[in-house]
Structure formats: structure tokens, C-alpha cells
């Protein structure tokens, strides 16, 4: 039996260990763009030069020989034969499968605003290459501008303004972070970055660039008819699905690629996991998916259930934020906030249960929120302060010192 992996990210890395977990035997075969392993979350320490690339990888060293896969790195797959089950290669080289695992995560979309697609300071965040690229242009310029406040834009804002650049971010968004904080965690994130040097153009839409003869963008115009001078300009807007090569294939995609709860695309022994189905964006969902797949690869019946992925968690300028689930109320919700000088924490009830938290700098309960979103508990003949909600009130320990659950 053959297993191809198709991305050495989360999801792929996670699929082949629980492949070579399963079975010794079974030829196991990574196919990846990216020419040595590494943690996306963790580009941001290589751009601001706090790591080097040695310190981004996720697994051993000798993880390719320990576990006997073989890897293809900087590979491109440009297309997939699921009627004779192989795959191509840029190189025009083909390789077999019995079973293949699509992993290859999301791109950057870049904006068809201006020049913004064609001249040559504009990059993305994303891979190595991109941080590669920023980190060496960084060395002979200034000013810096990174269109999108969301996480990946703060990410990379706050490697440059370590690196002293002068950073402006624009958004369209009225507050940074707006899918993953409430108005009022954002500003305290947003005066932090001001404190530091960040200039910030929020409500505000680009609307053309300015190049000058070397096709490199030298200003970008907003649509108020403000220009910025910029040296270089990031895009941390959007992204996609990473499914280009499945044109032309069976291979059933949308937004990501659709798979059932066996994580299953529409072709038989093809699975996909990670960001490429577009089923929670973070790490560790993709991880728990390429655990999925795998096991059904290796046909153990298993199903990806877990809808509760939105969690984040941000560290900027030492100040920890963790949300959870929903970031605003609807009508009729019932909003708790513990605000004072050095912490602030929401807690969001819908009929009793609760379904969103916000706790910054103060992360101290954030398991025990977690628990009672993610597993959907009734918090009615909850009679104490929501603040002093504990384990203890959902667990007793019996005779055995084993955690039984009772419902309060
Ligand atoms: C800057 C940044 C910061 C982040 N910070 C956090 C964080 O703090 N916490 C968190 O939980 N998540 C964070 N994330 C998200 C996290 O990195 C993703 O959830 C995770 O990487 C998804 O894993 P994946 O395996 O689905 O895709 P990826 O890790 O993106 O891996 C995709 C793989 O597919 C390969 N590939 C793509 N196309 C092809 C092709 N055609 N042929 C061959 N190979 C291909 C790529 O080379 C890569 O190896 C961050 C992401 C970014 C970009």
C-alpha cells in the first residue's frame, strides 16, 4: 500500500505520523512545495530575526529517516489523475498512489487593486519564501505598508516594527483583529502597536498604487485621495484554498475542497485535511484532521465532528489574548465583563449556555471556558458568580480518584 501526502505542513506532518503509527510497513510519500519543514505561526520570529531557520521546524530532525518516508521537497503537484490514481509534478514527473492525502493549505490572494499584482515589492505572508523575501528586502528600506489588520497582518507588523521599519496598516475594518476580538480587546491591542511606532489607516479602502520606473509601488492611494509612501507592501488581506492543480480533476471544490465527516473527497482513496477543506483555520483543527484522514487511510473508521475551531490566542508585546467562539453578542444574549486596569474578560450566555469568551491579559479560567462552549453545557442552576466557575462544578472525584461528570 502506497500513501501519498500532497503538503509537509500541520495536517500533512500529522497524517504521516499517524499513518507510520498504524502501519510499519506501508510506503509512505510527502510531496511538498516548501523546501524544509517548518511552523507557519512561527514566521513572524524568523522575519523579526528572532530565530533563525533552524528553529522553525515542528519535528526532529532525523524525522524523515526515524519513521522511513520519503520526501519530495520543493516539488509542485500541477495535477491529479484520480482515474489512474497519480499524481504530476512541475517537472513533468508522475508518482503513483493507492491512497493520497491532499494537504497543501491556503494562498494569498492578492488584490487586483492598482499595480498590486504585478510589481515587484509586493508580498504575501504566508511561506518561507515569503518571510525569506521580506526579511532581506527589510534590510535596505523604511517604511513598511501591510494592507489588512487581521492576524497574519499584525503578525508580520510586529516583526518589522522590532526590526525598527516604520509600519502602516490599512483596513477596511473600523477595528484590528475583527474576526477574532470584540472592539474593546482590539483597541487595547491597537495602542499597544501605536505605543510601539505602528501607524494605523482603519475604515479606509485602497483604491490605487503609485509606481515609479523599477515597477516597485512607491505610494498607495486611499480612497479619500490620501497618498502613503511605502518601500514595500504586504498583503495580509485574504486567502484561498490552495486547489489550483485539481482543475481539470473529479476532484469536487468550493471554498475548500469538500470532503464528508471521513474527511473523503468526492474520488475514491482521496482524503483531504487542514486548511485546504476550509473547516477552521488554526493549527491545531488541521493537525486533528490529518489525524482523521489518516486513520481512515489505514482503514480505521474515524470522523473529524469537532465544529468548534474558533479559537485564537495572540501575544503581542507580552500581553496574552485568548477568545473563543463567538466575539459579539446577538439579540437577546446575555454579555458578563470583568474589566478593570489590567485585565479585561467577556463572557457571552445564549438560553444558558455559553458561546463566545474574550480574556486578555487575565487567561487563568480560559480551559474551563473551553470546555463549556466546546461541549455545549446548561449553566441554569449555575448559582455562583460566572467568575468563579470551575471544573469542580461540572466533576467530582470518586472513590478511585477517576473525574466523574455531573451536571450542576
Ligand atoms: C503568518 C501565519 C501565522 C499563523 N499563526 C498561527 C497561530 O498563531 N496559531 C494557529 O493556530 N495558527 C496559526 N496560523 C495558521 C496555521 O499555520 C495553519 O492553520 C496551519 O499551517 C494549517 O496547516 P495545513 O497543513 O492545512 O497547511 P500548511 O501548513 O499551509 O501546509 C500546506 C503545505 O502544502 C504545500 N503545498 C501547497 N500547494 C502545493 C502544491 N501544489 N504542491 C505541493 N505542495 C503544495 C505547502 O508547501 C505546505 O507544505 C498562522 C498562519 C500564518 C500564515
Partial sequence: MKHVIIGSGAAGIAAAKTIRSINKNNEITIVSSDDIIYSRCMLHKYTGNERDITKLSFVPDDFFSANNITWHNSKYVTGVDTENNRILLHDKTLSSYDQ??????????????????TAT??????????????????????????????????????ALLKLNKTVTIVDTASQIMPLNLDAVAADVYQKLFEKNGCNFRLNSKISGTISNEKGEITHVTLE?????????????????????FLDGSKIVYERGIKVDQHLRTSCKNVYAAGSVIAIGGVWSCAVRQG?????????????????FTAKNAMHFFDLPTISLGLTTPADGDVVYINKNANCYQKIILRNNHAVGAILQNNINYIGIWQYLIKNQINLSNIKKSIWDISFADFYDIDEKGQYKYKQP
Fill in 291 to 307: 489525524e482523521v484522514a489518516a486513520k481512515n487511510m489505514c482503514g480505521i473508521d474515524a470522523t473529524f465532528t469537532d465544529t
Fill in 224 to 244: 479619500t485621495g490620501e497618498k502613503l509612501a511605502c518601500d514595500m507592501v504586504i498583503v495580509a488581506t485574504g486567502v484561498q484554498s490552495s486547489v489550483k
Fill in 100 to 117: 493520497l492525502l491532499i494537504a497543501t493549505g491556503l494562498e494569498t490572494i492578492i488584490p487586483n487593486v492598482g499595480e498590486l499584482k
Fill in 121 to 158: 515589492n509586493v508580498y504575501g505572508f504566508r511561506n518561507l519564501t515569503d518571510a525569506k523575501a521580506i526579511r532581506e528586502k527589510a534590510i535596505d528600506i523604511e517604511k513598511v505598508l501591510i494592507i489588512g489588520a487581521r492576524l497574519v497582518g499584525l503578525d508580520v507588523a510586529h
